[in-house]
T-cell receptor, first 114, second 113 residues
Framework: GAVVSQHPSWVICKSGTSVKIECRSLDFQATTMFWYRQFPKQSLMLMATSNEGSKATYEQGVEKDKFLINHASLTLSTLTVTSAHPEDSSFYIC??????????FGPGTRLTVL | GENVEQHPSTLSVQEGDSAVIKCTYSDSASNYFPWYKQELGKRPQLIIDIRSNVGEKKDQRIAVTLNKTAKHFSLHITETQPEDSAVYFCAASINSGNTPLVFGKGTRLSVIA
């Protein structure tokens, strides 16, 4: 089946630093990837849609200058949380859409900002 | 845009009983309805999906039904087992290009042995 990897799986950083999260589709090409954020005991909230070779589409209320997304190839999208603060602490999950249009999720990255 | 409502938010059943989770959606253009199972601290796993050209789909103990007229779809788990305990999310989207899934708020299912 389709496999999506995400790195790192967890990260702890100081307030004010930037954190980069990678999302890779390992066995299929994904022209579209999605980035979600999930707070404890809550649903997945879509942050942005990442399209290979073009600018990401951000959901309302998500700051594009704070959450930088780059979809450099058909198998890699990155999310950079710039100048992270404690309120950015969350579980960040990417997903990639396969040719069959199913969406498969990465294992997630737990970000803790001190 | 699409809005997905999911009920109940929590559900407890005895092992061996059936569990039913219901979702409604608002956008009549949506045509793809997947269900995901998420265990604590792990990624959502696709367990079954249905497209708008069928009304029911079954995979062993799991089945999904779709009523396009009423804009609702349901997940049915029969002969529940403790390992079915997890949070289940329904979602809906227009199955093309870069249209994202819109998720329900989730149902925490507990199967009591």
């Amino acid at each position: 089946g389709a496999v999506v990897s995400q790195h790192p799986s967890w990260v702890i950083c100081k307030s004010g630093t930037s954190v980069k999260i990678e999302c890779r589709s390992l066995d299929f090409q994904a022209t579209t990837m999605f980035w979600y954020r999930q707070f404890p005991k809550q649903s997945l909230m879509l942050m942005a849609t990442s399209n290979e070779g073009s600018k990401a589409t951000y959901e309302q209320g998500v700051e594009k200058d704070k959450f930088l997304i780059n979809h450099a190839s058909l198998t890699l999208s990155t999310l950079t949380v710039t100048s992270a603060h404690p309120e950015d602490s969350s579980f960040y999950i990417c997903s990639a859409r396969s040719q069959g249009n199913e969406q498969f999720f990465g294992p997630g990255t737990r970000l803790t900002v001190l | 845009g699409e809005n997905v409502e999911q009920h109940p938010s929590t559900l407890s059943v005895q092992e061996g009983d059936s569990a039913v989770i219901k979702c409604t959606y608002s956008d009549s253009a949506s045509n793809y309805f997947p269900w995901y199972k998420q265990e604590l601290g792990k990624r959502p796993q696709l367990i079954i999906d249905i497209r708008s050209n069928v009304g029911e789909k079954k995979d062993q103990r799991i089945a999904v039904t779709l009523n396009k007229t009423a804009k609702h779809f349901s997940l049915h788990i029969t002969e529940t087992q403790p390992e079915d305990s997890a949070v289940y999310f329904c979602a809906a989207s227009i199955n093309s290009g870069n249209t994202p899934l819109v998720f329900g708020k989730g149902t925490r299912l507990s199967v009591i042995a």
